[in-house]
């Protein structure tokens, strides 16, 4: 019964108008490989299945950070925790994990492609105008933290040396002196390592080669969708005449002009793509002079070039055009009356926070080498393993439910064989153990009532004294192994008056 059962969701699966989930086809294959019998399509889905997790572990590998606390699935679609970060949270795992954009959806809206996508497009604007309170919030507090302070360029969020890692500044003769000549984005704001975006469309070429859905890969079509798009407004802005002269002022070339001079940008670009970069970073300063140049825009171009830069840095994905709007942007006048810390300080407070740190490892340490550090670490011992208890009763009662049949009272008898038996009016199946027959009991041309549908409807079913069975309506039952396998079996039929009501 139960191959039968598994072998026709298997084919249901597999016709050309059926796009299932890896999770869905995770859980089918799960299902078939205990099964006793030789099962065809399971070889053709445990290849599907191979090859859409290879998809999404070279996926990973290009997006995620190394000990990121992020799934890929989160790092690929628009935040929706906002503010909520910094809340210490454990990692997820990718095959159990489900974003709230998926889980708003039902059954027949996952099924519509254009659903999904209108789903995402509201994510991403409620991302936006999340990002944007949450600005306006943090711009109001400023005031509030003393000392020397980093600011991401995105929340605006401030953060003290040493609780944040530094963008990868370059050596030499070109190092910067002042973080005005570094952006910094907190690591709650650069979730990934922002790939370019011609690495992002080869992966769209192999995801288009699966017959399995990802919700990753949903995800990511969403994802290079929206950078595209912003791209071409933001080409459009810096094609302005004012703009564009701005560019030309601080000697960085667009990508439409095809010019191979502008070094700085292409530099510019590659450390966004450096797997231990946290933001991109300047490589190279033409002269001191060039830092001191100011740009005059109007404050309405000023506060476009804002906005939508702010919609940039919320891309997952590197783009060059996000580097010119972000100089042209330190240029104006604005921003060069605004104090950045110098690096020299900087180092300082930060070996003093490294220090205050190896310091409080030791006090840990310590304390945990005394009685009541070695009680505290018992008690946590104990509280892990009570845990752990309660998942594997759990898991244990879970996969003793699905071995449960439909009576009041189920034995779950064991053997060789466990004979089952369905009911012809309402479908359920029973242990025949469990409402007191035996196979022979059970006949191949007699219908079979349970105890519940034949005294609530007593036509078809016909009472019989002893185990002699007899009558004219027709039965089915089957029986399975004790490993869950076997196929049906036609055998006499029950004596209902013989049956547990249950």
Known sequence: RKAKEWWSRAENLQKPENYPYLDTLEALVAKGRPLPIRLDPLSQLETQVAAARA??????????????????????SPRYDIGMERRKKKKSDEGNYRHPIFLGLSAVQLSDPQEIVNAFKQAEQAELISMRDLRDINRNARDRKQGVMLECELCLDKYPPGSTPLPRLPSGKARPTSLREVKFLCPNCLRSRRPRLETILSLLVSLQKLTVRLPEGEALQCLTERAMAWQDRARTVLATPD?????????????????????????????????ESE???????SSSGAAEIVVELSKDTVNKLENLLVEGDLLEVSLDEV?????????????????????????A???????????????????????????ERERKKQK???????????????????????????????????????CDKCSMWFHLFCIGL???????????????????????????????????????????????????????????????TD
């Open 55 to 76: 998809w999404r572990e070279r996926t990973a590998r290009v997006f995620l950070k190394k000990n990121s606390a992020c799934n890929l699935l989160e790092v690929l």
């Open 243 to 275: 703009i564009s002269k701005a560019l030309k002022k601080l000697s960085i070339q667009s990508k439409e002009d095809g010019d191979e001079s502008g070094s700085l940008d292409e530099q510019s670009a590659d450390a966004t793509t450096d797997s």
């Open 279 to 285: 933001s991109p970073l300047p490589t190279r300063r």
């Open 323 to 347: 580097s010119h709007m972000w100089r042209v942007l330190q240029a104006t006048p604005q921003r060069r009356s605004k104090l950045y810390p110098e690096l020299d300080s900087l180092e």
């Open 349 to 375: 407070e930060l070996i003093a926070a490294r220090e205050e740190k190896r310091q409080e490892k030791q006090r840990k340490r310590e304390k945990l080498e005394t009685e009541e550090g070695r009680e």
């Open 384 to 422: 892990k393993k009570k845990k752990e208890e309660k998942r594997r009763q759990e898991e244990e009662a879970r996969a003793e439910s699905e071995d449960d049949c439909s009576a009041k009272h189920c034995k779950r008898p064991t053997g060789k064989q466990v004979h089952w038996v369905q």
């Open 438 to 500: 035996k196979p022979q009991q059970i006949k191949e041309d007699e219908e079979f009532f349970c105890g519940k549908c034949s005294s609530s409807g007593k036509s078809g079913s016909r009472k019989r004294s002893g185990k002699s069975g007899g009558g004219s309506s027709s039965s089915k039952a089957a029986s399975s192994s004790s490993s869950g396998g076997g196929g049906r079996s036609k055998e006499p039929a029950p004596d209902t008056s013989d049956m547990d």
